[in-house]
């Protein structure tokens, strides 16, 4: 593949350097790929422990040990996601990507909020929108890959045939079918900073509790998914219909005292964070088309909310 292996060569850990530096490329990769970090995260723990399982002079043979791990890497989410399917079948309620914060918000999720080395980061654009991701759902595990590797990181369809096990032109063939969901699925471009307003419009109707602002603000077809992962209260199926949402945010609100809801980017674009007593119970993401909020993700999986626990 075309991901550089890193400079070295003239010091004893140039090695060891040029191998390291390819965490930040595998982990943007695997997360777009896969949707969860945490299982980001175990994929590229799997490629570094493959890479380090074979001998020194394996290792030697290796021409660009960057392209070798970005293949590794990719082929085993290309087996997570054939199994994740399953897996998310048994899922209690609504399986949504796993949102995450912008970089100055940052947290581990450990112990005292230690932060993650930079390394660990994703890299926030519209590839990983929760829109996007939600959509990157709906496509075969191949039409992913094929996607994810060509269209975000500009890798020829030779050297997808090679993660994939398809020919080139079959490649080229599932990139486009992907292509064409991701298109006829895209509404409009709203600007940023509307986005931002119509958030916080939003947010400052939830928080009065005013159903009829709310109801202005939501598409009359919108649609609401919560993902609880049966460890919180949330509903398992999508609720739709404007006055329908509006009710539920305001019971939601009800149900929570002392909830604060604050402005936070979420994968890239406005979104909202509700907190109680400092802590992280939700994170929603919006979809806006034509000036109103079209879809909706709530998280609320503690587990999907580590990056965000002293958010």
Known sequence: MTTPSG?????????????????????????????????AEDAVQETYARWYAMSGQEQDAISSPGAWLSTVASRICLNLL?????????????????????????????????????????T?????????????????PAERVAFILHDVFRYSFAEVADVVGRTPAACRQLASSARRRIRASQPSAVPAPRQADIVREFRQAWEAKDIGAL???????????ADGGGLTSAVTHPVEGAEQIARGCVDFASAAPGLKIMERTVNGQPGLVGQQDGVTVAVVAFDIAGGRIKHMWA?????KLRPWMTC
């Open 7 to 39: 400079a070295g060569g003239d010091r004893p850990d140039a090695g060891l350097d040029a191998i390291m530096s390819q965490r930040r490329q595998l982990i943007n990769l695997t997360y777009r790929l896969l949707g969860s970090l945490a299982e």
């Open 82 to 122: 054939g199994s994740a399917r399953a897996r998310r079948e048994a899922y209690v309620g609504e399986w949504i990507p796993e949102p995450l914060p912008e970089r100055a918000e940052w947290s581990s999720g450990r112990p005292g909020g230690i932060a993650m080395d930079p390394a660990d980061r994703v």
């Open 124 to 140: 926030l654009d519209e590839s990983v929108s929760m829109a996007f991701l939600v959509m990157l759902e709906s496509m075969t």
């Open 215 to 225: 109801i202005g603000l939501l598409d009359p077809s919108a649609t609401v998914i």
């Open 299 to 303: 998280v609320l999986n503690p587990e």
